[in-house]
């Protein structure tokens, strides 16, 4: 394929990667009123529900990745994305229509499965990148999830404040016109030279976990990875229960709000980490973050005054820097021979702190909230966040610098 003609294939595939994260972020601002409305219980209970639908998602994901990966060596990159864009186009609409939140549950867990195209998307970036271009093509991918992230909780938001069901037929609409873009311009890349036999050992996602333990180094690391990524998901876990419970926002504030957190995510680490970095270094980057989540973490939690709290929401994201250090300090750690199995033991840390926390936060928010709680205090889920970051600090100082004795 020359350089010309590959335009209009990649310009699908990083659709299709936009979409798979608005879907995620799309349904934020709506949930509550979406779940309310079908199941006829109040936020506290909602939140409950939530929690349960965002954690089937995860773990469909976490599942299928590799599965869909493997499968489209075996079938080709072509048919997994355009079945998989057809199938979240069907799933939106029964999301739309859903009576009974078991309909609204088995639609989250097909649409964990239609998500997990990344590794598709990925294989067909390589596919037709030479090699001088491959990094930059797979940059394109996270700005394509970054992207995603931030438009889907602006128009679940914006739609939203029309019904809690329009989003999910504007998603539905935006996949199907997809469907039919790629169906136009994407071409097969898997050659019988390239195509392989599918095999299951191959598609298992727990493969990396067996290798963390030859990883000695890092296992305090490991920790801190892992109970920094379930704090830090508590935003998309019950960010929409807490403010419309406390402040009574609409689905369109909610959805202004996740955007403004996630547009200073990007800023900063795509751009403020640098800076950082530089000034701080790596470790005290690590210090800096933890201590700026601590106290942000109490500040949202104890906080009841609305439009400070809004404001505040972009300003969070300043804490948004101990994930790249963490991982800069743990690439340091390893040998060049491990950076392969890092990085996935990486990917399964941080997929088991998604599907965890939603159902852990949600949990303790419904303790905390609605006529049944004993105290109401629904800024708990934040307060435990906030004790994440002490305990994150012990990891960091248990840890054995590189080159230090075992």
Same mark, same amino acid.
């Given at each position: 394929?020359?350089? !010309? ?38 936020? $506290? ?13 995860? *773990? ?11 499968? !489209?060596?075996?079938? &080709? ?44 998307? $990925? ?20 700005? !394509? ?34 469907? *039919? ?68 926002? !609409?689905? &369109? ?25 530089? *000034? ?5 980057? *690590? ?18 005054? $609305? ?62 909230? &609605? ?36």
């Amino acid at each position: 394929m020359t350089e !010309s003609s590959n335009r209009l294939p990649i310009t699908f595939v990083l659709i299709t990667l936009v979409l798979d994260a608005i879907g995620i972020g799309l349904i934020l601002p709506v949930m509550p009123d979406l779940i309310r409305d079908i199941e006829g219980v109040d936020v $506290s209970q909602a939140a409950v529900w939530g929690g349960i639908l965002m954690t089937s998602f995860a *773990v469909m994901q976490f599942l299928c990745g590799p599965l869909i990966g493997n499968l !489209s060596d075996r079938f &080709g990159r072509r048919p997994v994305l355009l079945i998989s864009l057809a199938t979240m186009a069907l799933d939106y609409v029964v999301m739309a229509l859903a009576g009974s939140i078991w309909l609204l549950l088995a639609a989250r867990i097909v649409g964990g499965v239609t998500a997990s195209t990344q590794a598709t998307a $990925s294989a067909f970036l390589a596919d037709i990148s030479p090699p001088e271009k491959k990094a930059a093509r797979f940059g394109m991918v996270g700005a !394509s999830f970054g992207i995603g992230f931030v438009i889907g909780p602006l128009i679940g938001g914006f739609l939203g404040e029309l019904g809690p069901r329009a989003p999910f037929w504007a998603a539905a609409a935006l996949a199907t016109a997809n469907l *039919v873009f790629g169906w136009l311009v994407l071409p097969e890349t898997v050659t019988d030279r390239i195509r392989r036999p599918f095999q299951w050992r191959r598609a298992n996602p727990l493969g990396a976990f067996r290798e963390m333990g030859r990883l000695p180094g890092v296992r305090p690391l490991f920790l801190l990875f892992f109970l920094y990524e379930f704090a830090m998901f508590i935003y998309p876990a019950i960010w929409a229960y807490f403010t419309q419970y406390r402040f009574g926002w !609409s689905a &369109g504030t909610i959805g202004i709000s996740l955007a403004m957190f996630g547009i200073g995510v990007a800023a900063v680490q795509g751009g403020l980490i640098r800076v950082i970095l530089r *000034v701080l270094g790596e470790r005290n980057t *690590v210090w800096y973050g933890l201590i700026y989540n601590f106290f942000a973490f109490l500040a949202i939690g104890f906080i009841d005054n $609305s439009m400070a709290i809004l404001l505040l929401t972009p300003m969070i994201a300043l804490g948004a820097v101990v994930t790249p250090a963490v991982l800069g300090i743990m690439s340091k750690a390893a040998g060049d021979d491990q950076q392969g199995e890092l990085q996935g033991a990486i990917s399964s840390t941080r997929s088991v702190a998604m599907i965890l926390s939603p159902l852990v936060m949600t949990q303790i928010f419904a303790w905390f909230s &609605g006529a049944g709680a004993a105290v109401d205090m629904p800024g708990a889920p934040f307060a435990l966040a906030a004790a994440m970051m002490i305990v994150c600090g012990f990891a960091f100082v248990a840890r054995r610098p590189a080159g230090a004795p075992a």
